[in-house]
Every structure is written in structure tokens, then in C-alpha cells.
């Protein structure tokens, strides 16, 4: 089959976009917003884009509170989701009125940042503490603001679970990352495997 996004004629009951490029790390966002109110949410069009310096990226469709705490406040945790926090994760996504705090609302303790002053997810393995780079409020090919908003932050202070630090690595399969993969579909890595790329080619000539 082939289709035209923007024409939706893929004849499908829902558009496989998000399941093929899939799956997708979930960066779940604390804030607080200029009167210091908690913001916990999921988002599932998150990564990083740079390794030097550390950067990742979330995007949001909508000026949601997230995306107004940071462009207020400047800073936010990415905290790692997990399949033991599945539910409270999932929790957090709903749409709660502004200044409700998701973390109560899904039962979750939160902890000291070392750096920013948005707290992390006490139970989360990992949490990446961000300072805010940008926001990009995305147009498409014809001009149009799109309603995304990327938000990329660059990462000042990393927080690791010494339990899952084995071999000198994180240990992700431990763990138990859990990802995106479109529909209501997820995805839990209990088992990774190791592929070594090899040597670049000798430049000959």
C-alpha cells in the first residue's frame, strides 16, 4: 500500500505513522510553574539528539503546561519510565486541570533534584535534569503552524539507580525501559543483544 499523509487515504481504521516509527522512548516531564506547582507528563515523541553536549527533545502537540512551565521556569527532569511504573505513568497523561498535581494523583513520591529545582520520580531508575535550549513551534510545507511544539533542553546533572549499574553500564534490560508503539501498544526491553559496527574502511588512493 502507499498513501498521502495529508490526504489520510490509507483506507485503514487508524494511520500507522506512530506505529512505524515506533518504538519510541517516553520522556516523562516534571515541571513546576512559576508558583512552584508540580507538573508530571508523559511524552512519547521524545529523544536525544546530541551527544555532545547532552540534549534531548519532547514534542508537544498543544501549548500544553509543560511546555508553559519550562518557557517560564527554564528547567525540567526527564525521568525514565518503567513497566513497574506503567500505571502511574499512564495515570499522569490525563487531562487534569491546571495546577493538579499528576504525581499525587498517581500516588507517586518525588525527590530533590541535585541541580533544578523540579523534583524527579522518586522510584524512576534514571532522571536526566534539564535546562531549557529552545522551544520550536513547528510549521509544516505549507507555512502553517502545525500545533507541535519541540522543546529541547540540555541535560546539566544525570541521576542513576546504583542498582542498575552493572559492568560499568546501565542496565536497561534490568530495568525494564518501556516504549511507545502507536495504537495503545507498548513495549518493555527485558533482553538486549550486542552488535560491534566495524572499523571504518582505509581511505585509499
Not at 502507499?2 to 520522556?27: N, W
Not at 551527544?51 to 521556569?73: L, R, W
Not at 520520580?121 to 535534569?129: G, I, Y
Request: contains cysteine.
Amino acid at each position: 500500500m502507499r498513501y498521502t499523509p495529508r490526504l489520510r487515504d490509507h483506507g485503514l481504521a487508524h494511520d500507522p505513522f506512530k506505529a512505524i516509527v515506533a518504538p519510541r522512548p517516553i520522556g516523562w516531564i516534571s515541571s513546576l510553574d512559576p508558583d512552584g506547582r508540580l507538573n508530571l507528563a508523559p511524552y512519547s515523541f521524545f529523544n536525544a539528539v546530541s551527544n555532545d553536549p547532552h540534549i534531548v527533545m519532547f514534542s508537544s502537540f498543544g501549548e500544553k503546561d509543560s511546555v508553559k512551565n519550562i518557557e517560564a521556569t527554564g528547567e525540567f527532569v526527564c525521568n525514565l519510565t518503567t513497566f513497574d511504573l506503567r500505571e502511574e505513568m499512564n495515570t499522569t497523561s490525563a487531562a487534569y486541570p491546571r495546577g493538579v498535581s499528576e504525581a499525587e494523583e498517581a500516588g507517586l513520591a518525588m525527590a530533590e533534584s541535585a541541580v533544578v529545582k523540579p523534583p524527579r520520580v522518586r522510584d524512576a531508575p534514571t532522571a536526566l535534569e534539564c535546562r531549557l535550549l529552545k522551544a520550536d513551534r513547528l510549521a509544516g510545507l505549507d507555512g502553517q503552524w502545525s500545533g507541535n511544539i519541540v522543546v529541547f533542553g540540555e541535560v546539566v546533572s544525570i541521576y542513576v539507580d546504583d542498582r542498575f549499574i552493572r559492568d560499568d553500564r546501565f542496565d536497561m534490560a534490568a530495568a525494564r525501559t518501556i516504549a511507545r508503539c502507536g495504537y495503545f501498544d507498548y513495549a518493555v526491553v527485558d533482553g538486549v543483544f550486542e552488535i560491534i559496527r566495524p572499523k571504518d574502511p582505509k581511505v585509499t588512493g
